[in-house]
């Protein structure tokens, strides 16, 4: 699939002022661009499709014009979060000569700034400083905790909040329309309830619904594979019963044939522990953060998933 057949790609503005919701960061960039040549390095924070990235690519188009692209240095420092690339791409980038006169400056939009190493982010800071005459950084984090204090301290933040409903599907039905595609109101709501907010997601999931036929409840549940959700059920009782090589076996199942990711079965899970009667709610909520943690960090899924069933299998027992 070409990027100009991705919804979320052609769907996507390229204007500052198209951005949806995030009123308040809209109107302080715009400000920023009336004297383009003072503005500081900036730091988008905020949880994923909420429109960090796609905010810094409208603010290359409109500072650098038509030649945004040759001026413009887009990483995501997930995938190259080591000091190598922050010595050897971001500095040369940011040292090379010869920009336009019209170009006030180059841009270095870091992706996921949040996942660099310490030592790479200490690297930034020097070079942020060496090359602020004719450099400015935009660096995107969903977790700014994870930013160290020296940086957050020479750039101006902006928290992205998370986009309301009526937003999301407001802006759902303007591309069924444009796309021809038929929709009920039940299942833009479903897209938005899977997505939580997520607006790059909703419309992935918009475009593989679509490729089903209509958007409604039922095909946006079986595009997401929500319909094995019931499962989760089944593996949380299998579970708490104390059969847990059954539930593992389900859960495996889930994961591998079905398509799910772990980290919606922990939210399913979750969900489920608020449906049961039980005087260990809060030792299960515990447990499933503890594992969901586990997983952020890089542990294997498989085998913490494992010890979480196990873990729920102990708690009855009690």
């Known amino acids: ?26 109107g302080s960039l715009q400000s920023l661009l009336k004297n383009t040549s003072e503005m500081p390095h900036l730091l988008f924070s905020g949880s994923a499709g909420v429109g960090k990235t796609t905010t810094a690519l409208c603010l290359a188009r409109e500072i650098l014009g038509d030649s945004w692209r040759e001026y413009t240095l887009e990483l995501n420092a997930s995938d190259e979060r080591g000091i190598n690339m922050v010595r050897e791409r971001v500095k040369k980038f940011a040292r090379f000569s010869g920009l336009d006169t019209n170009i006030p400056f180059k841009l270095v939009i870091l992706d996921e700034a949040d996942e660099m190493t310490s030592d790479a982010q200490t690297a930034l800071r020097r070079i942020i400083e060496d090359a602020a005459k004719h450099c400015r950084f935009i660096m995107i984090a969903n977790n700014i905790s994870k930013i160290i204090e020296p940086l957050q301290s020479r750039c101006a933040v902006f928290k992205f909040t998370r986009i309301p409903e009526d937003d ?35 419309i992935n999931m918009l475009q593989a619904t679509a490729s089903i036929g209509v958007i409604n409840e039922d095909n946006v549940k079986s595009s997401a594979g929500l319909a094995k959700t019931s499962d989760v059920s089944s593996v949380f009782k299998l579970a708490l019963a104390g059969k847990t090589s059954e539930a593992r076996n389900k859960m495996i199942e889930l994961i591998k044939v079905y398509g799910m990711s772990e980290s919606d079965f922990l939210k399913y899970l979750n969900e489920e522990c ?19 943690y586990r997983l952020i960090i890089g542990a294997n899924p498989e085998i913490q998933l494992s010890a979480l069933l196990a873990e729920l299998g102990s708690i009855e027992k009690e």
């Open 1 to 26: 699939m070409t990027e100009s057949s991705m919804w979320v790609e052609k769907y996507r503005p390229t204007k500052i002022s198209d951005i949806i919701n995030q009123k308040e960061i809209v």
């Open 168 to 202: 999301i599907i407001n802006h759902l039905e303007e591309i069924c329309k444009k796309e021809k595609i038929k929709y009920t109101q039940g299942g833009l709501k479903t897209l938005y309830q899977y997505s939580e907010g997520d607006m790059r997601h909703t």
């Open 274 to 292: 608020y449906k049961t009667k039980t005087s260990h709610l809060s030792e299960m909520l515990e447990i499933i953060a503890k594992y969901d």
